[in-house]
Structures are given as C-alpha cells and as structure tokens.
C-alpha cells in the first residue's frame, strides 16, 4: 500500500521550490562552522520512555561532540555526563509533528539530511538519515546544568 506523503516536502507545489531544497546540499562552505546547537520552537511528544541506559556507542559519540561543542577533554565531559537519556517518539516544532522509527506510525518518520565534514581532507560528505528516536540528555556541570533536546539518525 502507498505510503501517505507528510511533511514540509509534501506541502511544496512549485517545482522552483523544491529545487531550492535540493540545491542547498552545494552551498555550505568548506571555511564555516558546521556544528552547534540553536533554541527550537517546539516540545518533545508522548509517548516517552524515561531513564534508558545510553548504548555505549551513543555514549561515545556525545562525549566527543560536547568535548568540541564546550571545549573540553573528553575525559572531563564524562564525569559530567548523566548515563541516562530520556527517549521520545515524537518532536513538535510549531504545527508541523515529526515521527521516528520507534513511534508507532511509521508513515510520519522524520527523514534529515546532513553534511559531515572531513577532519583529514576538509571535504564534505552529504547523508539522508533516519530519526530513530529523539532524546533529552543532561550535562551537569558545577556551575549548572545543561539539558540538550537530540535526535539519532541511522
């Protein structure tokens, strides 16, 4: 059975539009930032599992991110770092509702595309990816903490 089609693509009608989108994977600098976090309009949805022990791998990947994102040896983000995540299925941002692989309606998962940049030969490697699931996890610092709303992508 054809799957429903959702999501901001679906909306576009005007072929000018689209391949605006498809344009945009040509023009990020090999020269600018890549990284970083901005503040999103939105929530997280239920349903929600809460206190998952984080894979080793993902474990892996956070403390590197955080070690540049906040400048510090990685061994120093780990003893920041809670060992628990809390999972969600679903993120809210205005009106639009994007779905990942573990929430029920697997029609309506959020599909992303992302450009890595390659720290060996400054080149930049272009990816669609899964949402498998959305999470919150914390970094408790001494002077506060700091909660980071994520996605993993496979």
């Known amino acids: 059975m054809p799957r429903k ?13 689209l391949q605006h989108f498809l344009s945009m994977r040509h023009n990020t600098s090999t020269f600018s930032k890549i990284y970083g976090t901005e503040k999103l309009p939105g929530q997280m949805l239920k349903p929600s599992y809460f206190k998952v022990i984080i894979p ?13 994102l906040y400048e510090k040896e990685q061994s120093e983000i780990l003893g920041f770092m809670d060992l628990v995540i809390n ?19 697997q029609e309506k998962n959020a599909t992303i595309f992302a450009k890595w940049k390659a720290v ?3 080149s930049i490697d272009v990816y ?22 994520l996605a993993y992508i496979k």
């Open 120 to 122: 060996s030969d400054e």
């Open 87 to 105: 999972q969600h299925t679903r993120l809210q941002i205005g009106t639009e509702i994007f779905g990942s692989v573990i929430s029920s309606q």
């Open 56 to 68: 080793l791998e993902l474990c892996r990947f956070l403390c590197e991110w955080y070690s540049i």
């Open 128 to 149: 669609l990816g899964d949402v498998q699931y959305y999470f919150e996890h914390i970094l408790r610092f001494p002077e506060e903490s700091k909660t980071h709303l």
């Open 5 to 17: 089609a959702v999501g901001s693509l679906a909306l576009t009608v005007k072929k000018e539009e």
